[in-house]
């Protein structure tokens, strides 16, 4: 493994870390600021959308720098973004502090995707993009109940102390250690949106939106639902989030390794597969074991789409993926802000806490069969392109 890809997995943690911590330390921060937590959850809501709109704005403004030197510029973006909600005076500004961090969300996991498969033989592509997910996954893990536990303990502030200090430390990285690669002769605005003209990277993107769309359902809704349903104690879901932190990393690892082989098998098993689970965990839920069971499955099945979808976008971007790539990475935040929503909507209507892992399913199987759409034009396109011309008639 390349050094660069650990230097990219470093910042990776850092942003899987500030990205999900929050949620975790709401209270303390509503009760610092004097608002109820709803207004507080603004935090979550504004990082979502500064990532659906940093992904493509940063990665625009970047196409004339090389990735290297973008790679390091997001870096002290981030780190610049969790220093000022360190020591932000107001609400206001803190949750301008979290937009700037957010915006170089997207465009880092875009670029970094890109840079992480030119690092590597084209057969391992898959397999270095889930490496540098591992920071993201990881921090699931270690980072936001470690980052939740320092701030309920010494204060919220010293948590966002540490992960800009995390932000320095990918950026030292990053300078230290990854390659400064060529850009393409395409690497401008107008080359890369040249890749949405391609259908393929619209239905992959779509699949992005509804397939990991699928996972947030469901675990936007976990607390209620463990503690209401399952009649797990408040307590207990830090750790049935780090469960679910554990599948992601499996499923990213797992993901990453087949995609190599056969990426389109690969995101049939992960969707499909998501998609029972999801449906079957309206009946697990009733239960403490069997609850706990399927949300290890919901973040390794739903995880184990990432690199694929990824790489699926980079593939059919061609020669201009940096973009694209970074759209997608927007996508997965689209998803995830769409199926809280809907989730949310079937709780309101009075269906109860499991309804929203319906809406999952049905998400995860919509995904699935764009899937196969996507896989039945590509088999009529090579059809086609392969289908020999007709002879030329002669004369005589």
Same mark, same amino acid.
């Given at each position: 493994?390349?050094?660069?890809?650990?230097?990219?997995?470093?910042?990776?943690?850092?942003?899987?870390?500030?990205?999900?911590?929050?949620?975790g330390?709401?209270?303390?921060?509503?009760?610092?600021?004097?608002?109820?937590?709803?207004?507080?959850?603004?935090?979550?809501?504004?990082?979502?959308?500064?990532?659906?709109?940093?992904?493509?704005?940063?990665?625009?403004?970047?196409?004339?720098?090389?990735?290297?030197?973008?790679?390091?510029?997001?870096m002290?973006?981030?780190?610049?973004?969790?220093?000022?909600?360190?020591?932000?005076?107001?609400?206001g500004?803190?949750?301008?502090?979290?937009?700037?961090?957010?915006?170089a969300?997207?465009?880092?996991?875009?670029?970094?995707?890109?840079?992480?498969?030119?690092?590597?033989?084209?057969?391992?592509?898959?397999?270095?993009?889930?490496?540098?997910?591992?920071?993201?996954?990881v921090?699931?893990?270690?980072?936001?109940?470690?980052?939740t536990?320092?701030?309920?303990?010494?204060?919220?502030?010293?948590?966002?102390?540490?992960?800009?200090?995390?932000?320095?430390?990918?950026?030292?990285?990053?300078?230290?250690?990854?390659?400064?690669?060529?850009?393409?002769?395409?690497?401008?605005?107008?080359?890369?949106?040249?890749?949405?003209?391609?259908?393929?990277?619209?239905?992959?993107?779509?699949?992005?939106?509804?397939?990991?769309?699928?996972?947030?359902?469901?675990?936007?809704?976990?607390?209620?639902?463990?503690?209401?349903?399952?009649g797990?104690?408040?307590?207990?879901?830090?750790?049935?989030?780090?469960?679910?932190?554990?599948g992601?990393?499996?499923?990213?690892?797992?993901?990453?390794?087949?995609?190599?082989?056969?990426?389109?098998?690969?995101?049939? /098993?992960?969707?499909? *597969?998501?998609? =029972?689970?999801? &449906?079957? +965990?309206?009946? #697990? $839920?009733?239960?403490? !074991?069997? @609850?706990?069971?399927?949300?290890?499955?919901?973040?390794?099945?739903?995880?184990?789409?990432?690199?694929?979808?990824?790489?699926?976008?980079?593939?059919?971007?061609?020669?201009?993926?940096?973009?694209?790539?970074?759209?997608?990475?927007?996508?997965?935040?689209?998803?995830?802000?769409l /199926?809280?929503?809907? *989730?949310?909507? =079937?709780?309101a &209507?009075? +269906?109860?806490? #499991? $309804?929203?892992?319906? !809406?999952? @399913?049905?998400?995860?199987?919509?995904?699935?069969?764009?899937?196969?759409?996507?896989?039945?034009?590509?088999?009529?396109?090579?059809?086609?392109?392969?289908?020999?011309?007709?002879p030329?008639?002669?004369?005589?």
């Amino acid at each position: 493994m390349p050094l660069a890809l650990l230097a990219l997995a470093i910042g990776a943690f850092g942003i899987g870390t500030t990205e999900f911590v929050v949620m975790g330390l709401l209270p303390e921060i509503a009760g610092d600021y004097g608002v109820s937590i709803p207004s507080a959850g603004l935090l979550v809501t504004g990082y979502a959308i500064g990532v659906v709109v940093g992904a493509p704005l940063m990665t625009a403004l970047g196409t004339r720098i090389s990735r290297k030197r973008m790679l390091m510029i997001l870096m002290g973006l981030f780190t610049a973004g969790n220093l000022l909600s360190a020591a932000a005076p107001t609400m206001g500004v803190m949750l301008a502090g979290r937009i700037v961090a957010s915006l170089a969300h997207g465009a880092f996991f875009g670029i970094g995707s890109v840079v992480a498969a030119d690092l590597v033989a084209p057969d391992r592509k898959a397999g270095a993009i889930a490496t540098m997910f591992t920071g993201l996954t990881v921090a699931n893990i270690v980072g936001v109940p470690l980052g939740t536990f320092i701030g309920q303990a010494v204060g919220w502030r010293t948590t966002f102390t540490v992960v800009a200090a995390l932000g320095v430390v990918g950026l030292l990285g990053i300078a230290r250690l990854v390659p400064t690669l060529p850009s393409p002769e395409s690497a401008n605005l107008r080359g890369e949106l040249k890749a949405f003209r391609n259908p393929q990277v619209l239905l992959a993107m779509a699949m992005t939106v509804l397939g990991f769309g699928g996972v947030f359902a469901a675990i936007t809704y976990i607390a209620p639902m463990m503690t209401r349903v399952a009649g797990y104690s408040d307590g207990a879901v830090t750790w049935l989030l780090v469960l679910f932190g554990v599948g992601m990393f499996l499923g990213n690892l797992l993901g990453g390794r087949f995609a190599d082989r056969r990426l389109m098998p690969m995101l049939y /098993a992960s969707l499909g *597969g998501l998609a =029972v689970v999801l &449906a079957l +965990f309206t009946l #697990t $839920a009733h239960d403490k !074991v069997l @609850a706990a069971v399927t949300i290890l499955l919901v973040g390794a099945l739903g995880f184990a789409t990432v690199p694929p979808l990824q790489k699926r976008v980079l593939d059919q971007a061609h020669g201009a993926p940096t973009l694209a790539s970074a759209v997608n990475i927007g996508a997965f935040n689209l998803g995830n802000a769409l /199926a809280a929503w809907l *989730g949310g909507q =079937v709780i309101a &209507a009075g +269906f109860g806490y #499991t $309804a929203p892992n319906w !809406v999952g @399913a049905l998400l995860a199987g919509a995904a699935l069969l764009l899937a196969l759409r996507s896989a039945q034009l590509e088999r009529r396109t090579a059809v086609r392109t392969s289908a020999p011309a007709a002879p030329v008639p002669a004369h005589h």
